[in-house]
């Protein structure tokens, strides 16, 4: 059974941190791609990082570059997301996604992050 469990969320105030882990398990790990995504209501979920299957690539979204990194370990089939001086645009549930080279994609419950000013 494939399940993806995010934890590492709660209330922060705006230039906290948090970080984020996503801990994988019945599937390869190490031959999937791995993102965070966000949600907010009414918005279209936005990918905010992603790393390649080796952690050798990442690439972020644009208002998170500098502030946000995202790493993996493959030994613990766990990706994280370090997020640094947050701030309250931040606020969604953020998911963590694997993406192999064919579908299905793998989706996590989603945990909450909230910045307050």
């Known amino acids: 059974q494939v399940r993806l469990v995010e934890s590492g969320g709660g209330l922060v105030q705006a230039g906290g941190s948090l970080r984020l882990s996503c801990t994988a398990s019945g599937f390869t790990f190490r031959n999937y791609h791995m993102n965070w995504y966000r949600q907010t209501p009414g918005k279209e979920r936005e990918l905010v990082a992603a790393i390649s299957s080796a952690g050798t690539n990442t690439n972020y979204e644009d208002s998170v570059a500098g502030r946000f990194t995202i790493s993996r370990d493959n030994a613990k089939n766990t990706v994280y997301l370090q997020m640094n001086s947050l701030k309250p645009e931040d606020t969604a549930v953020y998911l963590c996604?694997?993406?192999?080279?064919?579908?299905?994609?793998?989706w996590g419950q989603g945990t909450q992050v909230t910045v307050s000013s």
């Open positions: 996604n694997a993406r192999g080279y064919s579908p299905p994609d793998y």
